[in-house]
């Protein structure tokens, strides 16, 4: 089978991501899926601690038979872990999970939660990174004050922000800032979860293109500029689907009319006691 090539983004740090990611939020034990997911042409995959993917992800990679320097490797630590000695631990446990040596990249996944000094934190995922254990380091969920502040605390260069967005979501001024400071922005829910495969104005472009609503707002995202979306699928058909976006574009009416779908109850992560004040 002829896998598709896939182009990447750079971050000012020096990262290169692949453009289109693969997610394993919700999958849990994923081996099969993600054995799958490398084998048609995904070479950015993304875990965390916290989705109970990490031994399933690894053991996809073994399966798979994919070279571990082609795959972009992405995990996070958890907001349990933040305190330097545990985020130390957590990264070995992830590592230990993933079956693997180091990560390309390694997120904060939360924002620091309990008082534990931003400092720290990131002192710690600094360190993660001198120490070989990650090759790119940055930070998920954060708004715009919290990144600027760790990108002033932080002795390592930050290269992504990963957070929510998909066009129900305004996030307009997080990009703005990522443009202006180098920082790729990885999205998750790129789907919405299946909210857009409802919206009328999805399907009215999708139909005029003659692609389907994934590809139209995946797409939509990418022609931004500076976007790496991540869809999950268990479904081959649909995981296909979502690596089929490069080969057409949308207007620039299309474009305005899906961001015009933002609305203000848009956002579907914000767990209380962890989101930060979004902007």
């Known amino acids: 089978m002829t896998t598709p090539s896939i182009p990447t983004l750079s971050s000012a740090s020096g990262a290169k991501i692949p453009v289109i990611g693969f997610g394993t939020s919700q999958l849990g034990d994923c081996a099969d899926i993600v054995a799958t997911a490398l084998r048609l042409g995904y070479r950015h995959i993304d875990t965390a601690w916290k989705y109970g993917s990490e031994k399933g992800v690894g053991q996809g990679i073994k399966a798979a038979g994919v070279p571990r320097e082609e795959i972009f490797l992405v995990t996070k630590v958890s907001h349990e872990y933040l305190k330097a000695g545990d985020f130390a631990r957590s990264v070995d446990e992830s590592l230990r999970n993933l079956q693997v040596d180091y990560v390309d990249m390694l997120h904060i996944h939360w924002p620091t939660v309990d008082n534990i000094p931003l400092a720290e934190t990131v002192g710690a995922l600094a360190k993660a990174k001198r120490d070989g ?33 998909h066009p129900y979501l305004d996030q307009s001024r997080v990009l703005e800032f990522c443009q202006r400071v180098g920082l790729v922005f990885t999205a998750y829910c790129p789907l919405g979860r299946g909210k857009l495969f409802k919206d009328p104005v999805m399907a009215e472009i999708a139909r005029a293109k003659g692609r389907t609503i994934a590809q139209v707002a995946l797409r939509w995202q990418i022609q931004q500029g500076n976007i790496a979306p991540i869809p999950r699928s268990s479904d081959a058909a649909h995981m296909v689907e979502s690596l089929a976006v490069f080969d057409f574009a949308l207007t620039d009416d299309e474009m305005r009319r899906i961001h015009g779908l933002a609305r203000p109850d848009g956002r579907i992560a914000n767990p209380e006691g962890r989101a930060p004040a979004w902007d």
Do not use: D, K, S, W
Not at 139 to 165: G, H, K, S
């Open 133 to 165: 254990l990650t090759r790119h380091i940055g930070v998920a969920n954060f708004n715009v004050a919290l990144v600027e502040e760790a990108m002033r605390l932080c002795p390592e260069p930050l290269a992504t922000l990963q957070a929510e967005y």
